[in-house]
């Protein structure tokens, strides 16, 4: 894991929520610590880890996740062992 990408994981275990992690940033995250990236419709994105899938919304027209996003995402990594 990069440094960028421990600073991201930071973030998003940050309380209070944050909400200006950029979208790309966190994209990169999942993708350092192993998760498959799986596009859908519209603008549906899964991740895949080990035996867990995180689904949410990429967001438009702003770049950065919303706390909703984020708290999900936080979930994801915690069942999956990741924090900071």
């Known amino acids: 894991m990069?440094?960028?990408?421990?600073k991201t994981l930071a973030m998003i275990f940050e309380k209070?929520?944050?909400?200006?992690?950029?979208?790309q940033e966190t994209v990169s995250l999942l993708?350092?610590?192993?998760?498959i990236?799986?596009?859908?419709k519209g603008s549906r994105v899964r991740f895949k880890c080990r035996d867990y899938?995180?689904?949410v919304h990429?967001?438009?027209p702003v770049e950065v996740?919303?706390?909703g996003t984020v708290e999900t995402i936080r979930g994801?990594?915690?069942?999956?062992?990741?924090a900071p």
């Open 2 to 6: 990069s440094a960028k990408q421990k």
């Open 53 to 55: 899938s995180l689904h």
């Open 16 to 23: 209070p929520i944050k909400s200006d992690i950029p979208w």
């Open 31 to 35: 993708l350092g610590i192993g998760a």
């Open 65 to 67: 996740i919303s706390k």
């Open 37 to 40: 990236m799986k596009e859908g």
């Open 58 to 60: 990429a967001p438009h």
């Open 76 to 82: 994801f990594l915690t069942d999956i062992g990741v």
